[in-house]
């Protein structure tokens, strides 16, 4: 691609993810985002449709990137692997602060959210094998939310822990979840009969 060409859009982009942080999607225009990158609305529409489109290419783009990202510290221990994410979120606390903490892109949170369910659900096959655990619909929803609703929480708080912080407290707790794993996998023991004591 073109340097020039990439520059523009980069600055479309920037420009959008400014914007997301001053007012909701619905108020921002394309003229808002030409004027706050500097180029045309002729420059805006040879790289994107409309607004919608701009949206819809900066959040896959994010949450494929971060794929890849999770992809490559998956081999790691949960406590470096966890610092690994929140270190990645922190050096783009821009876009994450703004897409995750704002009412402007709901859809992006969905994303992130079906992005960190099928992170732990890999997680979860490496650890029991590739039969679904017992109930393991709601394992993943007790996993993911936590996760995701603890990190909206940090950002929203202006990340007031390190992420090596943030990775001893909850990598550790996501560790002892998945220890348990194994244990779920076996088929629960029947329920013990118990005697019922008639009152005298």
Not at 12 to 31: G, N, P, S, Y
Not at 46 to 67: G, P, Q, S, T
Request: glycine share 4%; with cysteine; net charge negative.
């Amino acid at each position: 691609m073109d340097r020039r060409v990439q520059k523009s859009r980069q600055a479309i982009r920037d420009a959008f993810v400014a914007l997301m942080k001053e007012k909701d999607f619905d108020h921002i225009t394309v003229q808002d985002i030409t004027d706050r990158a500097n180029v045309s609305r002729k420059t805006f529409y040879l790289h994107f449709l409309d607004k919608y489109d701009l949206l819809d290419r900066v959040m896959e783009d994010a949450i494929r990137d971060m794929d890849e990202f999770g992809q490559c510290v998956s081999e790691l221990d949960w406590v470096p692997a966890t610092e690994q994410c929140f270190q990645y979120l922190a050096d783009r606390y821009d876009f994450f602060g703004t897409m995750l903490t704002q009412a402007g892109a709901p859809y992006f949170r969905r994303r992130y959210v079906e992005s960190c369910k099928a992170s732990f659900t890999r997680e979860i096959r490496r650890v029991v094998g590739r039969d679904p655990l017992p109930e393991e619909d709601a394992i993943l929803q007790f996993v993911v939310n936590a996760y995701v609703g603890t990190v909206e929480w940090w950002l929203q708080q202006g990340m007031p822990y390190p992420p090596h912080v943030m990775a001893d407290r909850i990598g550790r707790m996501l560790e002892s979840v998945y220890t348990q794993l194994p244990s779920l996998a076996e088929k629960p023991a029947p329920p013990r009969e118990t005697s019922q004591v008639r009152p005298a």
